[in-house]
C-alpha cells in the first residue's frame, strides 16, 4: 500500500523523506530527526503523551484528594482504560481509510478543548467528579483513534531504510512519556504550583494546582494541534478517503470480524497450555500494575497522612525498578531461566506487598520520623518494580515463542482485550476491599493472590508438560 501511495505523490515532493537517496545505508536517531515532518510528528507524539499521562495522574491524584476512596480512584482508572475494550480495534479500521494528517490534528484538538472542559468542570465545583471522569473517558476515546493514525503516519514519512529506527524512537518515546507524563510531570505541576484567586468583579475564583495541571495539558494539546498542521499536507497524502456509506459498513463487519477473532483465538489459545500460562501471566502482571496505581494514592494520604503531592516520591521508584528490570532480563533469564526468574518475581513481589504495611506499622510503632518511612516505602516499591518485570518479560518472551507468526497478531490483541476486560472487576473489587478494611489489607490480599497463582501455574506448567 505505501508503494502505491508513493507513486501518487508529485514528482517535486519527497516520497519518505526531505531529500531521500537511493542505496543509502541502514538509518540513524540522528537522520530521521533530521527530516521536518518526521520530526514534527515525533515531538507531537511525545508532548501529547506525556500530558496525557500527566492528565491521568492528575485524575487519580484528584479523586484521591477530594474523595479518600479506593473504589472512587479505581473508577478513575476505569474511565481512562475501558475506551480500549470496545473501541481499539474499531478504531484502528476506520483510520486506515481516513486522512491520516486529518485525524491527527482533530484528535489534539478536540483533546485540548475536552481538557478545557475539564477545567471549566473543576472551576465551577471542584468536588464534582461525574463530568471528570466522563470527560477523561472521551479524551481516551479520542486517544484511541489518535494512536493507529500516528502509528500508520510513520512509513509515510520516513523511507523504508530509516523505518527501523524511526519505529524504534516512538516505542522508546512511548515509554518515556509514561514516566515524564505520570511520575515527573503530573506530580511538579501539583506540588509546585500554589493556589490562587481570580476576580472578575463580584465574581472570585479560587484556582489550584489541579486546574493548572488540566490548562496546562490543554496549551500543550494545542501545541500538538500545529505542530501536525505544520506537517504539508503531501506528506501525509492517501491514496483514498473513505465515505459516510463505506465508513458505516465498515463498522458493521468489523464488529463481526471482531466477534470471530476473539471466538477463534480463545480456541487456539486454549488448545495450547503453556501459551494459555504465558498469556494469564502477562495479564495477571498488567492488572496488578493497575491495582498498585489505584492503592497508591489512598496509601499517601489515608495510611501516610501525607499530601497526595507526595505520591511520585512512592511510584518513581516503582518505575525506576520497571526499567532497570527490563535492562537486567536478558542477563538474568540466561542465569536463571524463563520459569525461574518468573517463579523469583513472583515471590519478590508478594514479599514487597507484605513488606510496605509491615514496615509501616513498626515504624508507627517505634515513632521513627516521617521522611523514613517514604524512603523505605520508596525503597521496597523499587524492588517491587524490578520483580513485576522479573515476571512480565518471560512471561511475554513465551507468549512470543509459543504463539506462531500466522497466529501473533490476534494472540495479542486476544490478551490485550483480556487485560482490559478483567482488570474492570478487579479494580472495582479491591477498591470495595479497600474502603471496608483498609488499603493495607488489599496488600495482603494481593500478595497472596500472587503466590496462590504462582502456586496454580506451576501446577498447570507442570501437568502441561508431563501431559
Not at 97 to 122: E, P
Not at 180 to 185: A, E, K, Q, R
Not at 252 to 265: L, M, N, P, S, Y
Amino acid at each position: 500500500m505505501s508503494d502505491m501511495k508513493t507513486e501518487q505523490r508529485d514528482d517535486t515532493v519527497p516520497a519518505a523523506s526531505p531529500s531521500p537517496v537511493e542505496n543509502r545505508p541502514a538509518g540513524s536517531f540522528g537522520r530521521v530527526l533530521k527530516n521536518r515532518p518526521f520530526l514534527l510528528l515525533w515531538l507531537a507524539q511525545l508532548l501529547s503523551q506525556t500530558v496525557f499521562n500527566a492528565a491521568n495522574y492528575g485524575v487519580i491524584a484528584l479523586v484521591t484528594a477530594v474523595t479518600h476512596s479506593t473504589i472512587m480512584v479505581g473508577l478513575a482508572i476505569i474511565s481512562f482504560t475501558l475506551p480500549a475494550v470496545p473501541f481499539s480495534l474499531l478504531a484502528g479500521v476506520y483510520v486506515d481509510h481516513l486522512n491520516k494528517r486529518l485525524v491527527l490534528w482533530v484528535s489534539n484538538a478536540l483533546r485540548a478543548a475536552t481538557t478545557g472542559l475539564i477545567v471549566l468542570a473543576l472551576l465551577w465545583d471542584p468536588h464534582l467528579l461525574i463530568p471528570l471522569f466522563l470527560l477523561t473517558f472521551l479524551i481516551s476515546l479520542i486517544t484511541q483513534f489518535f494512536t493507529p493514525a500516528e502509528a500508520s503516519a510513520i512509513p509515510l514519512l520516513v523511507s523504508k531504510h530509516d523505518l527501523a529506527p524511526a519505529l524504534s524512537l516512538f516505542s522508546i518515546t512511548l515509554t518515556v512519556s509514561q514516566a515524564l507524563g505520570f511520575l515527573l510531570l503530573g506530580g511538579l505541576i501539583t506540588a509546585l504550583l500554589p493556589p490562587f484567586q481570580l476576580s472578575f468583579g463580584l465574581l472570585r475564583i479560587q484556582v489550584v494546582s489541579f486546574d493548572m495541571l488540566f490548562a496546562i495539558v490543554a496549551f500543550v494539546y494545542v501545541i500538538c494541534t500545529l505542530l501536525i498542521l505544520a506537517i504539508p499536507k503531501r506528506a501525509l497524502q492517501q491514496q483514498q478517503s473513505a465515505g459516510p456509506d463505506l465508513l458505516r459498513s465498515l463498522g458493521e463487519q468489523t464488529w463481526k470480524i471482531i466477534r470471530h477473532d476473539v471466538r477463534e483465538a480463545w480456541a487456539y489459545v486454549r488448545g495450547d497450555r503453556q501459551l494459555l500460562l504465558a498469556l494469564l501471566r502477562v495479564s495477571f502482571v498488567s492488572v496488578l500494575l493497575l491495582v498498585i496505581g489505584e492503592v497508591a494514592g489512598p496509601f499517601v494520604v489515608n495510611v501516610l497522612h501525607l499530601p497526595i503531592q507526595d505520591l511520585p516520591l512512592i511510584l518513581a521508584p516503582a518505575g525506576l525498578g520497571l526499567v532497570l528490570g527490563g535492562l537486567l532480563m536478558p542477563t538474568l533469564m540466561r542465569w536463571l531461566g524463563k520459569s525461574r526468574t518468573i517463579a523469583v518475581g513472583s515471590l519478590g513481589t508478594a514479599a514487597g506487598l507484605i513488606l510496605i504495611p509491615l514496615g509501616r506499622l513498626l515504624w508507627s510503632r517505634l515513632a521513627l520520623p516521617v521522611p523514613g518511612i517514604l524512603f523505605y516505602v520508596g525503597t521496597v516499591t523499587f524492588v517491587v518494580g524490578v520483580a513485576l518485570e522479573m515476571v512480565n518479560i518471560p512471561a511475554q518472551t513465551m507468549m512470543q515463542e509459543q504463539a506462531p507468526e500466522e497466529e501473533r497478531g490476534r494472540v495479542f490483541s486476544f490478551q490485550s482485550m483480556l487485560f482490559n476486560t478483567g482488570s474492570i472487576p478487579v479494580l472495582l473489587f479491591a477498591g470495595v476491599i479497600a474502603d471496608a478494611l483498609g488499603v493495607e489489607t488489599v496488600m495482603y490480599v494481593v500478595a497472596a493472590a500472587i503466590l496462590g497463582f504462582s502456586w496454580w501455574a506451576a501446577r498447570y506448567s507442570h501437568r502441561s508438560v508431563v501431559s
